[in-house]
């Protein structure tokens, strides 16, 4: 720790590891005027305002004090008169310049306020020319009358988020911030992360809603409260305003994943939970509405088919139903999907509720279509299913690897620590076939062909054995299945796996070098590693790869599968898994049961429940008919959904709670209306492994329920004497049987907020690095599992020529539930679209915005096309948040044998221009 003494305002003070006089001032209880620094959010200083200048004894000229370091006995004055009137006059220059407070754009700015402490409310200057506002952006207004040229919003986009899209243009006077080649903000690259609004001191940079029409400020939040982002896996700490009961706005906290970072949809997506499709009322199915898997929702008219029903006749028929089937056709006869929705508290209650009311293990969620592969390899080899590092570790990393995700659109904060990594000169390798924002940053992008994940890393892996790029010491000290590795791997040259995946040979070993060969690499993957019949082997080809170079329970080392749904992590720990227990306790040991028959009075089920694909199959085969859905929608979630809906329309008894008349409620008996994530309180489990606290922003709108109490209602109903007070009252009972929650209680989240586990000690921060002295296997060893190379389930053909690869749009959740119901997300991004290569659209004779039909051996869609270099030639890529052209129509339900996942990210397909232009002409 390096200290300086000197003197700030007659008084002696001390500088610690390179503080500048102005944080020192800060730490001292002074704060020096700043319009161009943000200490918080941390940004680099810029020194360019001016309105932090201090006088340094001997020096002729004023210092930035947000940028400069003292020396050793260096006599600092903040306040003395030649200071203070250098403060003065900057804030005097600038507000000549300003629209007057009254009539500003935020008159509560962080300007405004330093122009009141200064004592500065008037100017003796005349004013400048005005910049004319810019309207083109549904979440953002651009007023540039206001602004100060500090370069705030620059630092944002592109030192923090790293988007690139702001800058400085023209010369002296003429000198603006512009957006791409000074175009219209709703027209730019901008991807409305509104880091940049966040950081502008002057109201030049707004969220669009809290404007009127002359452009003044006019809604304050009555109050605000911390919570988190109802979205992804990163788990960005937030605080929501709150005016007349409604969300007006969240803002980035310094939470440890985030840093105050948001994207688009935590800071302007929040508005779903007030759309008017909500459900605020109980409903029941009407008598003569038959349940038909073609008919559609309506969205403008959703209620068709219920009726309205209270509280008490809503939930004993919804438990009725459940107990009629269980005492009639047996325990295996039910089946309840929970949600990655909700909170660990809702997780762990429901998975009980199916293994001690229903009786059996047949309990799934969404992680089933997610990384169940992933997490298939890493028990198997390491018996831990977590990352081993978080993903701000990229930050220490020298070698960066992301395969098979795309995190711009679908982690973005987290893919800002990637850039900022990169940045800074860490090497980054995309591999996916499909290119993506990050492959700008990258210093190589593979973009090899889909569905061969195995032969580019078996490629990989040959290589370091060969070349003796292994980590020898680690492998004899961390590892087992070594020596069949490096006999099996043998065969898969680079000259042999080049055709196969289609990247040349020097590549595939100049890549295996790289990450084989630095300090420290850290491996990324998603659900183009995971959605595969063969998922479980491309995760088996990561584990080895980190495993025979030592790459990981290291800083910047590690393997990261980015967790996707904000709660999957803390889901799947929960149990909501047909195989495990909470805490991946396999159901079929007894000792590993035993706790938790003893904590829940009752003799649970030894045989393994059906996963999410393997019960629409029972439905159809007559096996099941009955469920429980909460906070899922497989009616647009699962594969094949003819399939899939066919199977929801079939059961006897369907009790489905959501916010909404999902697609898959539409198939329901019983609807009931829950809470949304802003109106309930509970933890969260983010991909790091970090346990949160969310807490209640509002109420749920009418009548509707949170989802802790409806899910005790039912079980109370099917006969479990429950009697929880609260979410802090189950979560003290998680801790009771969950290891990985050991040292966490409620309190200490409450006090902290977030918490990494595993932890060691109530007092102790969690370890965020794992896996630092081997593993939590029985041999305390990783095991490495050679894998083969196997084609894809469905290969193209002559009827069915392209591939088909499903995912994700920046501005859309999944099914569309929630993103489609938020204004902004949904004016950006408004409508069904495909996206192909400009040569297959030629090929095919569409231009954008046409429509193509897309046709597989499952179903059809047609869908608005656009044209997307990124993609491939002979592939389609397709969103499957769009109800009116759904993409699982069209998606193969073959099964990856060991995580039971089916393969989303490949089926052939065959596209052809849809005849609508024809009509038009
Ligand atoms: N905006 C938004 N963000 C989300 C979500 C959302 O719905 N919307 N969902 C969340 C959830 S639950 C999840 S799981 C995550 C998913 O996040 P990601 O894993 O990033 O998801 P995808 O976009 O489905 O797929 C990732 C990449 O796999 C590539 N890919 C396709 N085929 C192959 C292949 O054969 N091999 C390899 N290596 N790559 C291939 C695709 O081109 C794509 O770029 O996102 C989370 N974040
Ligand atoms: N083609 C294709 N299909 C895919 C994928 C793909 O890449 N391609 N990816 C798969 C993956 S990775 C995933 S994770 C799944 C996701 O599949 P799902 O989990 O089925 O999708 P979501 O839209 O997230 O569904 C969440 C539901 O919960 C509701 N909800 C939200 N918050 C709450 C709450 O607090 N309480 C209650 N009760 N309900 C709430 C929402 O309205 C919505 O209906 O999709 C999978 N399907
Ligand atoms: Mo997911």
Redesign the pocket.
């Known amino acids: 720790m390096t200290k300086i003494q000197f003197e700030l305002d007659g008084q002696q003070v001390e500088a610690v590891n390179g503080e500048t006089i102005w944080q020192v001032a800060k730490r001292q209880g002074r704060e020096i005027p700043h319009l161009c620094y943000s200490p918080e959010p941390d940004y680099r200083p810029d020194g360019n305002c001016r309105a932090c200048m201090v006088e340094i004894e001997g020096e002729r000229v004023l210092a930035a004090s947000c940028k400069r370091t003292p020396s050793v006995g260096m006599k600092v004055k903040s306040a003395s008169p030649r200071a203070v009137s250098a403060q003065k006059m900057v804030m005097e220059l600038l507000v000549a310049d300003q629209p007057a407070r009254a009539t500003s754009h935020d008159p509560d700015s962080k300007f405004w306020h330093w122009a009141e402490k200064t004592g500065v409310t008037e100017s003796r200057f005349p004013s400048a020319e005005r910049w004319e506002g810019d309207a083109s952006h549904p979440a953002m207004r651009v007023n540039l009358d206001a602004c100060i040229q500090c370069g705030l919003c620059v630092r944002a986009c592109r030192e923090v988020q790293v988007n690139d899209v702001i800058g400085m243009a023209y010369r002296s006077h003429g000198s603006k911030i512009v957006f791409d080649f000074d175009d219209p903000m709703g027209e730019s690259t901008c991807v409305a992360c509104g880091e940049c609004v966040q950081a502008c001191p002057t109201g030049a940079l707004m969220p669009a809603v809290m404007l009127d029409e002359n452009q003044t400020r006019v809604t304050y939040a009555d109050r605000k409260v911390d919570s988190l982002c109802p979205?992804?896996?990163v788990g960005c700490q937030v605080t929501y305003e709150v005016k007349d009961e409604k969300i007006i706005y969240a803002e980035g906290r310094d939470g440890p994943a985030n840093h105050n970072r948001l994207?688009v949809?935590g800071r302007f997506g929040f508005d779903y939970i007030h759309h008017p499709h909500r459900l605020t009322k109980p409903l029941v199915r009407l008598p003569n509405a038959k349940k038909d898997s073609n008919d559609q929702v309506d969205p403008a008219n959703p209620f068709t088919h219920f009726r309205e029903a209270s509280w008490e006749e809503a939930l004993d028929l919804a438990a009725k139903g459940l107990v009629r089937i269980r005492d009639g056709k047996g325990v295996k006869a039910l089946a309840g999907f929970g949600s990655?929705k909700g909170s660990n508290e809702e997780a762990y209650l429901f998975q009980k509720l199916v293994r001690t009311g229903f009786g059996s293990n047949n309990v799934d969620h969404?992680t089933r279509l997610?990384?169940a592969s992933s997490v298939a390899a890493l028990m198997e080899g390491l018996n831990s299913g977590a990352v081993s590092a978080p993903f701000a570790a990229a930050m220490d990393a020298e070698v960066i690897i992301v395969?098979?995700?795309?995190?711009t659109?679908?982690?973005?904060v987290a893919a800002t620590y990637i850039k900022n990594a990169a940045k800074r000169g860490a090497k980054l390798i995309v591999?996916?076939?499909?290119r993506?924002t990050l492959s700008r940053h990258a210093t190589k992008h593979l973009q090899?062909?889909?569905?061969?994940?195995v032969a580019m890393l078996n490629a990989m892996l040959n290589t370091i054995i060969s070349e003796g790029l292994t980590d020898e010491q680690y492998i004899a000290g961390y590892t087992e299945g070594f020596d069949e590795l490096k006999e099996r791997i043998k065969e898969f040259t680079p000259e042999k796996m080049e055709p196969i995946c289609g990247i040349p040979a020097e590549t595939l070993r100049e890549v295996a070098r790289m990450y084989a060969g630095s300090r420290a690499s850290l491996i990324f993957?998603?659900?183009?590693?995971?959605?595969?019949v063969h998922g479980t082997d491309?995760a088996r080809c990561l584990i080895a790869l980190a495993l025979i170079t030592g790459q990981i329970g290291r800083p910047g080392t590690g393997l990261h599968p980015?967790?996707?749904?904000n709660n999957?992590q803390g889901a799947s720990d929960a149990g909501l898994i047909p195989m495990f227990l909470p805490d991946y306790q396999p159901v079929g040991r007894p000792d590993l049961r035993e706790p938790f028959e003893k904590l829940w009075h009752q003799d649970l089920d030894p045989v393994r429940g059906l996963t999410v694909v393997e019960i629409m199959n029972a439905i159809h085969a007559g096996e099941i008919s009955g469920m429980y859905i909460e906070g899922e929608n497989p009616a647009m979630s699962d594969p094949d959904l003819q399939h899939a809906r066919g199977a929801l329309a079939k059961l006897d008894h369907l009790v489905v709670q959501d916010l909404f008349v999902t697609e898959t409620a539409f198939h329901a008996d019983v609807i009931l209306p829950a809470s949304a994530f802003a109106e309930k309180s509970g933890t969260f489990t983010n991909t790091d492994r970090r346990v949160q606290l969310a807490r209640e922003v509002v109420k749920p709108p009418g009548d509707a329920r949170q989802d802790l109490w409806i899910i005790q209602e039912i079980a109370k109903r099917m006969g479990l004497p429950w009697n929880y007070a609260g979410p802090a009252d189950v979560f003290t009972e998680m801790t009771e049987v969950m290891p990985s929650l050991h040292n966490i209680s409620w309190e200490r989240l409450v006090r902290e907020g977030a918490v990494t586990y595993p932890v060691d000690d109530p007092d102790k921060p969690g370890n965020e690095i794992i896996f630092t002295t081997g593993f939590p296997t029985a041999s305390g060893r990783g095991k490495i599992v050679p894998a083969n190379v196997s084609p894809?389930d469905e290969l193209p053909d002559g009827e069915y020529p392209m591939v088909l690869?499903?995912?994700?749009?920046?501005?859309?959740?999944?099914t569309g539930s929630m993103?489609r119901r938020s204004q902004v997300l949904d004016q950006i991004e408004p409508e069904a679209v495909a996206f192909m290569s400009p040569k297959d659209m030629r090929k095919l004779q569409v231009w954008p915005g046409d429509k193509v039909r897309l046709q597989t051996r499952r179903g059809a869609v047609e869908v608005k096309v656009r044209s997307d270099r990124d993609v491939p030639e002979n592939m389609v890529?397709m969103?499957?948040?769009y109800a009116e052209a759904a993409a699982n129509l069209l998606t193969n339900p073959a099964l990856d044998p060991f995580g039971k996942i089916p393969e989303?990210?490949?089926c052939a397909v065959r596209a052809e221009r849809a005849e609508v232009r024809a009509a038009a002409e």
Do not use: Y
């Open positions: 979205f992804c896996g994207c949809k990655a969404c997610c990384h395969i098979g995700a795309n995190p659109v679908n982690h973005p591999m996916d076939p499909r993506q090899f062909k889909p569905g061969s994940d993957w998603g659900m183009g590693i995971s959605q595969h491309n980015l967790r996707g749904q999957v894809p690869s499903t995912g994700r749009v920046l501005e859309h959740w999944h993103t890529f969103p499957f948040c989303f990210k490949f």
